[in-house]
């Protein structure tokens, strides 16, 4: 499941999607984040259905159960811009260990969905290289994948950008009001 992520790239930002940014060690939900539908577009990250009274917050979707549940109905595709996200492991100790996954810097595609309230990113099963740490990862999606979901709504396995590395990181990413590059460093 993805809980947190980060957007620190300005600079590639600026030059692959033509938006300024500042940069963010530690996305959390109700921030607004970048999405392309395909325009880039700035919106709350937690969906409420368009029929929910209250606001229900939902942050992610899983693709396997995304088309049968009514609080997703009515969305739209999006691509939600990332260049990392955190995970956390249970310990021995019940302690919660983060570690941060990416791509060594490089622009991370989401699969989202948004409508006129705020987006979700869609998850699937982990891949066997990061299911060590969670069973649940966002949908990243490589060039053609975009493509397909962005125009056609249509996500294969074929799809999937599984280049990615992770790494152990402290624990003040445990706090949503802490931003800083630190947050990204690796424990020894």
Request: net charge positive; proline share 7%; hydrophobic share 35%.
């Amino acid at each position: 499941m993805c809980g947190r992520f980060t957007l620190t790239t300005e600079k590639a930002v600026e030059e692959k999607i033509g938006v300024k940014i500042k940069a963010n060690y530690n996305v959390t939900p109700s921030h607004s984040i970048l999405i392309l539908e395909p325009k880039p577009k700035l919106i709350p990250w937690g969906l409420s259905p368009v029929w929910a009274k209250k606001s229900i917050n939902l942050i992610n979707a899983r693709i396997e159960t995304f088309y049968e549940k009514p609080a997703f109905a009515n969305t739209l595709p999006c691509l939600v811009v990332a260049n990392g996200w955190y995970e956390w492991k249970k310990s021995n100790s019940s302690e919660k260990l983060p570690f941060y996954f990416h791509k060594d810097g490089k622009i991370l595609y989401m699969a989202g969905i948004f409508n006129e309230k705020g987006c979700a990113i869609l998850t699937k099963e982990s891949s066997s290289k990061i299911s060590y740490v969670h069973h649940r990862q966002p949908i990243l999606l490589n060039k053609a994948g975009r493509s397909a979901w962005v125009n056609e709504s249509n996500i294969q396995p074929e799809h999937y950008n599984n280049e990615i590395h992770f790494r152990r990181v402290g624990l003040f990413v445990n706090s949503p009001k802490f931003n800083h590059p630190i947050c990204i460093e690796p424990i020894s």
